[in-house]
């Protein structure tokens, strides 16, 4: 049975807008300041040592390359010690070297950190995301980075420019959409591209699921600090669940599709989640995505504990229809409903680990092998576009998101700074109302 090598697939060639994880090798690269292929030791930085940061360290060091963590950065001491106590724990001080003087804390760490090291994982809120990964770049770094890659359209222009400044300075960039790096979906995508159900014509991708955590506002905390705190309730910081989480569904929708949608039209609101520990993102969003061909892709993300969820990715073209989940599975039926491909998940490997395992791979051998910043700042787009559609009702075009001058950034990065949305004398934040919020 023909396998769909990640070596081999075609996406990259054919579009190198899509271009994703395991691309055929690029060139080699050589790059003042870089890691050379065959130094004795990689340096790696952490920028955003909380859950998924922690994680990929982890991951990092199970490659069995001979890294080193050498710098570590968070906003909050307490955030960057927690985990270098965990990392230390596990790893030992010959692969946990950092020093006090390397660890850096608050909002301008990120740029020391990455000065100490040949490869950076950036995982902070994704409203920063845009601007570390500029600043990797900047200093000629490898880079790990998790989804989703911005906030708003002027985050996503910044990744767009620097996704360009990476590949001419062939630096690797892997995201964390690992949808990208599993197996099922690989094989299953693959042959969806190659006809295996025929012309797509249209799909469902859900992230309906209980919600996320919340951290309370503490006595003494500035605005500032309780927005960085409980980030995932702010849109600066996190973009909201439809960018945060459903933007993997919707990835894989565009992965298939080979291209972005044109426009998003859709509903949502805040139902359940109306806490004034709940900021101002929705609860649920559904999103109709339509491509450049017709094709319309529905998208639902809903966060409501106790009822009905699911987690997966349906599609249905002229000649049969497909099905996939991140447990992996990957099931092909033809037309009249007889299965044509059933994947086997069994013994796949992580795709949270193959990231890692893929990309310190190619820096070893000093090959220049993934370009996933461009891709996922479209996908992550893509989502951000849907969000413009659900706040506003009004149908919203590609080209009104990409170019929406609106920045949900504060102008001043700072403990005692404000932030644009804060709540009202009741202690409730204002959201986006449907017919009267501006998004575009
Ligand atoms: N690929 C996946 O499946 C997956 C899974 C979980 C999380 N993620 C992504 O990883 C990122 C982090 O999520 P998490 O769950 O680890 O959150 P988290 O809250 O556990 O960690 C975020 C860390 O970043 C720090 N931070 C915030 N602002 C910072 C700044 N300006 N500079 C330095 N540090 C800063 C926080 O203090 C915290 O320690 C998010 O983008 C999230 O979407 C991806």
């Known amino acids: 049975m023909k396998q769909y090598d990640s070596n081999t697939r075609r996406d990259f060639m054919k579009n190198a807008a899509l271009a994703t994880a395991g691309a055929t090798v690029l060139s080699s690269f050589s790059i003042p300041g870089a890691y050379a292929a065959g130094s004795d030791v990689i340096k790696i930085a952490l920028v955003g040592c ?4 922690t994680g990929a360290a982890f991951q990092a060091f199970a490659t069995g390359h001979n890294l080193k963590l050498v710098a570590m950065a968070d906003a909050f001491k307490d955030q960057l010690e927690d985990s270098y106590s965990k990392l230390f724990k596990k790893f030992g001080k010959e692969k946990v070297d950092v020093p006090e003087e390397r660890k850096f804390v608050g909002f301008d760490a990120y ?3 990455i000065k100490e090291a040949d490869v950076v994982i950036l995982a902070t809120p994704p409203g920063f995301r845009p601007d570390h990964f500029e600043e990797a ?3 000629d770094k490898q880079v790990f980075m998790e989804k989703p890659v911005a906030t708003d359209a002027p985050g996503i222009r910044k990744v767009l420019a620097v996704a360009e400044e990476a590949r001419a300075k062939k630096l690797n960039v892997v995201v964390g959409l690992q949808r990208r790096y599993q197996d099922n979906y690989i094989e299953t995508v693959g042959r969806i591209k190659d006809g295996a159900i025929g012309e ?7 992230w309906n699921g209980g919600g996320v955590w919340v951290r309370e506002r503490q006595p003494g905390q500035t605005e500032m600090e309780y927005q960085m705190r409980n980030w995932y309730y702010f849109n600066w910081l996190c973009g909201d669940h439809i960018v ?3 933007v993997h569904n919707i990835d894989v929708a565009n ?4 291209s972005y949608p044109v426009k998003a039209e859709g509903t949502g609101g805040r139902l359940i989640r109306t806490g004034k520990d709940n900021g101002e993102i929705y609860d649920h969003h559904v999103v109709l995505f339509t491509y450049d061909d ?3 892709i529905h998208s639902e993300c809903r966060h409501f504990p106790g009822v009905h969820n699911r987690v997966d990715e349906a599609f249905r073209g002229t000649a049969g229809s497909a099905f996939m989940h991140a447990g992996n599975h990957g099931v092909i039926w033809d037309a009249k409903g007889n299965e044509l491909y059933n994947h086997n998940g069994e013994n796949n490997p992580n795709p949270y680990q ?3 395992d893929e990309l310190f791979a190619a820096i070893v051998k000093g090959e220049y092998k993934f370009a996933d910043a461009e891709n996922a700042a479209k996908s992550t787009m893509t989502a951000i576009m849907g969000r413009y559609a659900t706040y506003s009702g009004k149908i919203i075009s590609w080209e009104e998101a990409l170019n929406s001058p609106i920045s949900l950034k504060p102008d001043t990065l700072d403990w005692d700074a404000m932030p644009k949305v804060l709540p009202g004398e009741d202690g409730y934040y204002p959201h986006a109302v449907p017919g009267k919020t501006k998004v575009v």
Request: proline share 0%; charged share 25%.
């Open 50 to 53: 909380g859950g998924r940061g």
């Open 111 to 113: 740029k020391e950190a």
């Open 137 to 139: 770049v900047r200093q």
């Open 200 to 206: 797509i014509v249209s799909g469902q991708v859900f």
């Open 244 to 246: 945060e989480q459903h």
């Open 255 to 258: 992965w298939i599709k080979g």
């Open 294 to 296: 017709g094709t319309v």
């Open 354 to 356: 193959k990231e890692h």
